[in-house]
């Protein structure tokens, strides 16, 4: 993705989308996995894999809740370049062929 920067914070451009919208976006994307790792864990098991959820997958997910609640968080606290990058690399991260499950 081709990344347009600019020295003021709200021209940041990340493709063809503002940085603070694709930050905002991204926030509340963790926002919602964290609500649902915290709330129903097992549905963040059965949703994914064909295996029943247990007491310690319910455990690590909850627990895991709190780094995407915290990612959140941060995204609003840090300036946009540091927060679009943050959010790019996780997202890359994510989608890397070292966790597909092929």
């Known amino acids: 993705m081709v990344t347009t920067r600019s020295k003021t914070k709200s021209a940041s451009l990340i493709g063809v989308m503002p940085g603070t919208l694709y930050v905002k976006i991204w926030a509340v994307m963790m926002i919602g996995y964290a609500a649902q790792m915290l709330l129903i864990p097992a549905n963040m098991v059965t949703d ?55």
């Open 48 to 102: 994914h894999w064909d295996i029943p959820s247990t007491p310690g997958m319910e455990f690590w997910i909850r627990g895991a809740s709190v780094g995407f609640g915290c990612t959140a968080y941060l995204l609003t606290k840090v300036d946009t370049e540091t927060c679009a990058a943050a959010a790019r690399a996780q997202a890359r991260a994510r989608n890397s062929s070292l966790f597909s499950s092929s």
